[in-house]
């Protein structure tokens, strides 16, 4: 090996976080393949209670994204992760030991306080590992493991529980967990230089790419970074990612066999598929506009682009949601994914840049919001088929054609906080009550993605009165269900199941096909 040429270990990191987050939707996705079993022997677990469940998850997920992204930045994501996928682990395993449904809901609760840690945490080695010119196609790489998790989960879960059984599925996904935690402890150091496989030429390239970037880290509180405009815009964006995004997880698949038939359900895939695509070339885009010495425009350009195709693949539904031609619309919807996608790996090197040594902090802050997009989005879709009519647009209610002219304001207006986002805005220190003020702003953002999460996972019931009757073939009508959970057709071999996880998107939900009652 030449000498002189850098080694490629901070690639083996990222490899490293891409199997980080495969494994996370690996556990997540668990537990929907195991419902139908877990339901068997569980005593008092109904559908109301498993929906419980899965909400419960994303209530803890949601409560520890800040205090897990602050641990990891103070005791470094060694430590920091390596306890973080520890905690997880245990109780993915304890999942398989649960008898009563109080029982899993706790656990599934503290499931969700343990992955809370594991975007931050990994976009805190990130930042310790990659030059800033790398962190956009690092970011798509990491992010592009949960689409592929999840999908890879969807085949192997239901044949991982017909061999072991549902218990032992969890053990086992357990296993792998803390298989991966005890690699990460013995192969990561937060500080490169201090790992005997990185040579003296990427340790200095490493070095200069994050020095370039620190110059411009802020040193002010904590709260003054993460109220400021540049945290803020990043937020409301994020949340209006998720409007989108979620709804390829959650409403599009019954939305399909209600509209064009169940046959059409396995077409709810391609939009997750797209968006995978969109992560890596995206996180390459970021990447190679920075080494043309464009830091700015590295960020803002892929983001404003992916919005703005967001936007057009959401306006472009509204014209054929009518049609008999259901790959128009899955063409234009996938176009919508697509571009949303776009702007996640620009957002957490975003985060990386502005937050430097506390972004894990400052992403988990950003992360937490996201969820707030994905509850209202939740929400809006039922709301706006049953209720919300645009001239030229819904002429009637009935059709989804007003939620996809919502979201498709919403990715213009984020479109629009790209242009006043900028990663080297440097901050300087305000008085004590203004910081006070912008402290109370934060908290009431913080209650308010709570209340929204609370809201959507444990009362939100959507009205049955809108949508009633058959859909396309005599398929029941699925738009109005009580909840997601419960919203499912037998017909054409498939039976599909619903419920909502939101992470993130990261955050996926899971849509589960289940090939002649399989799983």
């Known amino acids: 090996m030449n000498p002189v040429a850098p080694t490629s270990q901070r690639f083996w990191l990222v490899f490293l976080v891409f199997l980080h987050t495969v494994n996370t939707y690996m556990d997540r996705v668990c537990i929907s393949a195991a419902k139908g079993p877990m339901q068997d022997e569980i005593s008092g677990l109904d559908d109301q209670m498993m929906g419980y469940v899965f909400g419960i998850f994303a209530i803890g997920y949601a409560l520890f994204q800040i205090p897990a992204g602050w641990f990891s930045d103070r005791v470094g994501p060694r430590l920091g992760l390596t306890i973080v996928v520890a905690i997880w682990s245990i109780f993915t395993a304890m999942t398989g030991a649960v008898y009563t449904a109080i029982s899993l809901l706790v656990v599934r609760f503290l499931f969700g306080v343990g992955e809370a840690g594991a975007y931050p945490g990994a976009t805190r080695a990130m930042y310790s590992w990659l030059p800033a010119k790398e962190r956009g196609l690092g970011q798509g790489i990491f992010h592009s493991g949960a689409r592929i998790g999840a999908a890879l989960s969807l085949v192997l879960m239901p044949l991982l529980i017909s061999a072991i059984g549902w218990r032992m599925t969890f053990v086992a996904n357990a296993a792998v967990g803390l298989l991966w935690g005890g690699i990460w402890w013995w192969w990561y150091r937060d500080d490169p230089a201090k790992h005997s ?77 797209c968006g995978a695509v969109a992560l890596w070339l995206s996180g390459y885009a970021v990447t190679y506009l920075h080494k043309l010495d464009m830091p700015v425009m590295s960020r803002r350009l892929p983001a404003m682009i992916g919005f703005a195709l967001g936007a057009i693949g959401l306006m472009l539904c509204t014209q054929v949601t009518e049609s008999t031609s259901v790959w128009m619309f899955i063409f234009f919807f996938s176009l919508g994914t697509f571009g949303v996608e776009m702007t996640l790996s620009p957002s957490w090197a975003f985060c990386m840049d502005i937050g430097g040594s506390r972004s894990g902090a400052v992403s988990a802050a950003m992360n937490m919001v996201g969820n707030m997009g994905a509850a209202v989005s939740a929400v809006a879709f039922p709301f706006f088929v049953a209720n919300v009519t645009v001239p030229g647009i819904a002429e009637t209610t009935g059709t989804a054609n007003s939620f996809f002219l919502f979201a498709a304001v919403m990715n ?108």
């Open 197 to 273: 496989k990185v040579n003296a030429a990427e340790l200095e390239l490493i070095q200069r790419g994050i020095a370039e970037e620190a110059a411009t880290e802020s040193k002010v509180p904590y709260v003054q970074v993460v109220t400021s405009l540049n945290v803020l815009l990043a937020m409301f964006q994020y949340a209006a990612s998720n409007i989108t995004f979620f709804i390829s997880i959650t409403w599009l698949q019954p939305y399909l066999v209600e509209t064009y038939g169940s046959e059409y359900a396995y077409l709810a895939s391609l939009p997750l598929l």
């Open 412 to 519: 213009l207006l984020a479109l629009g906080a790209w242009l006043l986002m900028n990663p080297r805005r440097e901050l300087k220190e305000i008085s004590s009550s203004a910081l006070k003020f912008r402290l109370a702003i934060f908290l009431a953002m913080f209650l308010l993605v709570m209340a929204a999460l609370l809201y959507t996972k444990f009362v939100y019931e959507p009205k049955r009165e809108a949508r009633e009757g058959t859909g396309h073939g005599g398929v029941p009508c699925l738009l109005d269900a009580k909840c997601m959970l419960d919203t499912k057709f037998e017909g054409q071999g498939f039976r599909v199941g619903f419920h909502s996880m939101p992470e993130t998107a990261s955050d996926l939900g899971s849509a589960r096909i289940e090939p002649g009652g399989l799983l």
